[in-house]
């Protein structure tokens, strides 16, 4: 299973972009890039995912490197609700196991 | 779709005692998913179900911890001889597998607390 890497916590002002890296340069052609986040004491809630191309929903946009070896999860407008953990996965298609890090600890600050 | 549900929510129980817990799944999804969380920590992984069908189970599980999906449809996670260290959130999620594509999408339940004294 490919390893994801994220930096530990990082702050966003409320209002501005959040901008959420991943490392994942053992990543193979097959796999999937996903994020999650987990709000204190409920259960992880699915935001994006994505193979090549660049991604968005109405949460988030997911940039994915042309080498696939990093992503960057974009939340456009942090608000203080989006104060959680978020979690990048790899996910190989055929094995349909998702493996957490430990995640990043994202604070939006008023 | 009342979404994922799992019972009991939160549950105390004395070294050396069985547990059990149940989860039931979005109604006709084919995949279910079992995690353990401690604090800090994120989801690990424990095991998984195709329909009744278990995948696969994580190394780090021990001959103490067993699940189960008879019909395909709810699940149970069984704990024997509990030890202080199985104190944790156990989670469960479930995922549609359609056509043949991944949704990607897990939905998870709010967990069950188990804390053995």
């Known amino acids: 299973d490919a390893k994801t890497t994220q930096p530990t916590s990082m702050d966003c002002a409320e209002g501005r972009a959040a901008n959420l890296p991943c490392n994942h340069s053992?990543?193979?052609?097959?796999?999937?890039v996903y994020w999650y986040r987990q709000i204190h004491s409920q259960g992880p809630q699915y935001i994006i995912h994505?193979?090549?191309n660049n991604e968005t929903n109405e949460m988030a946009s997911l940039i994915i490197t042309e080498d696939r070896k990093s992503s960057t999860l974009i939340l456009p407008h942090a608000t203080l609700r989006d104060t959680a953990v978020y979690y990048c996965?790899?996910?190989?298609?055929?094995?349909?196991?998702?493996?957490f890090g430990t995640g990043t600890r994202l604070k939006v600050l008023a | 779709d009342t979404g994922v549900s799992q019972d009991p929510r939160h549950k105390i129980t004395k070294r050396g005692q069985n547990v059990t817990f149940r989860c039931d799944p979005i109604s006709e999804h084919n995949r279910l998913y079992w995690y353990r969380q401690t604090l800090g920590q994120g989801p690990e992984f424990l095991t998984y179900f195709q329909n009744e069908a278990q995948l696969e189970k994580s190394r780090l599980l021990s001959d103490r911890f067993s699940a189960e999906r008879p019909k395909g449809s709810f699940s149970t996670l069984e704990i024997q001889r509990t030890e202080q260290g199985d104190s944790a959130m156990y989670l469960c999620?479930?995922?549609?597998?359609?056509?043949?594509?991944?949704?990607?999408?897990?939905?998870f339940g709010e967990g069950s607390r188990l804390t053995v004294l």
């Open positions: 994505g193979l090549k």
């Open positions: 999620a479930s995922s549609d597998r359609t056509g043949g594509k991944t949704t990607g999408e897990l939905f």
């Open positions: 053992t990543i193979s052609g097959n796999e999937y």
């Open positions: 996965i790899v996910l190989h298609s055929g094995t349909y196991k998702y493996i």
